[in-house]
């Protein structure tokens, strides 16, 4: 499975982003599906994270109420609506999936099988 994050951006605090992560191959369904950040000098974290059915989603603390993950299987793509952006979001943003159909959903990194290249997402205040 390859992963394209795109969508990232330069947007002022208060503005709003939507990412999008297109994985390649017919299997895309069977695959929860997860969103992480890396911010500047600092490690890789969980923001939010999607079942394979888009029945079950989770998300980070600092992201609850602002951020959205959704997927469209039919698209094979999943998506990350990202609102009322702050400074601290700024980061470079992965998609990530996992095979494995655990649940509750991983939110740690060792957890997902394949990782695509970042998209940056620069906040300014």
């Known amino acids: 499975v390859q992963l394209q994050a795109s969508g990232g951006g330069l947007v002022q605090a208060g503005g709003s982003l939507r990412l999008s992560c297109a994985p390649s191959?017919?299997?895309?369904?069977?695959?929860?599906m997860g969103w992480f950040r890396q911010p500047p000098g600092k490690a890789r974290e969980f923001v939010s994270a999607?079942?394979?059915?888009?029945?079950?989603?989770n998300y980070a603390d600092s992201v609850k109420g602002r951020f959205t993950i959704s997927r469209d299987n039919a698209e094979n793509t999943v998506f990350l609506q990202m609102n009322t952006l702050k400074p601290e979001d700024t980061a470079v943003y992965y998609c990530?999936?996992?095979?494995?159909?655990?649940?509750?959903?991983?939110?740690?990194?060792?957890?997902?099988?394949?990782w695509g290249q970042g998209t940056q997402v620069t906040v300014s205040s």
């Open positions: 191959g017919r299997t895309f369904g069977l695959h929860d």
């Open positions: 999607i079942s394979r059915s888009g029945m079950t989603t």
């Open positions: 990530a999936a996992d095979y494995s159909g655990r649940l509750p959903l991983p939110v740690r990194v060792s957890e997902y099988d394949y």
